[in-house]
Antibody
Framework: VRLVESGGGVVQPGRSLRLSCEAS????????IHWVRQAPGKGLEWVAV????????YFAESVKGRFTISRDNSKNTVFLQMNSLTTDDTAVYYC?????WGQGTLVTVSS | DFVLTQTPLSLPVTPGEPASISCRSS????????????VDWYLHRPGQSPQLLIY???NRASGVPDRFSGSGSGTDFTLRISRVEAEDFGVYYC?????????FGGGTKVEI
């Protein structure tokens, strides 16, 4: 199983960023995919999940209305669209298909 | 949302000695529909991705040594390490996945 996140970087407050998670080594279309983040010096925070077929999506209150999640099962990829970013969104973002985690991608929101 | 409170925040240990971490949930994590209790435990070592140790209260994940065990019921849970080894140092988290949004405890740092 391999999960590879990409799309992180430095972005100004109020702007948007899209993260990708490309999976391999398992039947991607059969499993839900989660995003979990860790802000600097803080603990783990569950962010969002998308069901195996994309029909169900759930979000943490802290990102509801600003983040969306989608998947392309033909490309074994999940996307996290992050809008109206604030400095509180600065974190390493992990893609998770339990029990496996990606290596994470760093998002820094700063002016 | 479910609030998970871990104690202690920091746990000094000596290799070879036992250790335990507590996790208390604001609501029961027992699912009466299937009889499972949906609490998991993770270890996050510095510079690595978190690793699943225990799932659904007391099941060890693949490859996890048997010195790790999970127990508890309802709202109170415990992760035990029978004999701490050098590779066990890091931050431990409990997580509930009974309902969305899933939530993590605040973490317990196990250190020498």
């Amino acid at each position: 199983v391999r999960l590879v996140e990409s799309g992180g970087g430095v972005v100004q407050p109020g702007r948007s960023l899209r993260l990708s998670c490309e999976a391999s080594g398992f039947t991607f279309s059969s499993y839900p995919i989660h995003w979990v983040r860790q802000a600097p010096g803080k603990g783990l925070e569950w962010v969002a999940v998308i069901s195996y077929d994309g029909s169900k999506k759930y979000f943490a209150e802290s990102v509801k209305g600003r983040f969306t999640i989608s998947r392309d099962n033909s490309k074994n990829t999940v996307f996290l669209q992050m809008n109206s970013l604030t400095t509180d969104d600065t974190a390493v973002y992990y893609c998770v298909c339990s029990p496996d985690w990606g290596q994470g991608t760093l998002v820094t929101v700063s002016s | 949302d479910f609030v998970l409170t871990q104690t202690p925040l920091s746990l000094p240990v000596t290799p070879g000695e036992p250790a335990s971490i507590s996790c208390r949930s604001s609501q029961s994590l027992f699912d009466s529909d299937d009889g499972n209790t949906y609490v998991d435990w993770y270890l996050h070592r510095p510079g690595q991705s978190p690793q699943l140790l225990i799932y659904t209260l007391s099941n060890r994940a693949s490859g996890v040594p048997d010195r790790f065990s999970g127990s508890g019921s309802g709202t109170d849970f415990t992760l035990r390490i029978s004999r701490v080894e050098a590779e066990d140092f890091g931050v431990y988290y409990c997580m509930q996945r009974l309902e969305f949004p899933h939530t993590f405890g605040g973490g317990t740092k196990v250190e020498i």
